[in-house]
């Protein structure tokens, strides 16, 4: 029993130390927050928390690992109930939206975009990544075989989907509150699937306010 004890509080002051880092990583951005304050916030001693973690750049990539690696299990769980390429590409784009408004630790993955510059990524997070453009691909591969998407090439499909999904990013950072983020990913998805162009004597109402 002392021993499940012991593992039981080891896990506690480890998901302590890293809801502390995911609120300060939110709060301040990656640079402006120190394993100090890290350790104030999980009530600990900064000692205690270089014992779990050699520094912010490990509990930073634990932290992205954590939510890529949910993100690829909500997706695919999306893929398992949603028959319909199209239907499930648009359940992704709406839950990446969810996700970023949710965990603002999201933006710092975009890099340059944030301006900040930020610890090299994980193996683990570089094969979440593989993964997540893996389920893309093949939501691609068969829509275009079904005959719902347009005969292109799969790979090209998915890179520009994935494309636009960044775009997200760059649109939270860049946008100063013009457009409420899910109004805006509605817009972007649209465009996605339709294009611009009206449609010859057809309507011109954009099918995100149509629907």
Known sequence: MGTERRERAKQAKQAAILEAARNLFNERGFQAACMEDIAERAGLAKGTVYLYFRGKEALFNRLCEQTLQETLDERREIVRRTPDPAQALRLFWEEHVRRVRENPILLLLA????????????????????????????????????????AFDPAELAHLYIGALRGVFTQFVDSEGAMSPTLMASKMLDIFFHGILAPAGGSNTPSFLSS
């Open 111 to 150: 890099g340059p975009i944030s301006g900040e510059e930020m610890p090299p990524e994980s193996v683990r997070m570089r094969e979440l990544a593989r993964e997540h453009k893996g389920l893309i691909l093949d939501i691609f591969q068969r829509g275009v075989k079904e005959g719902r998407f347009r």
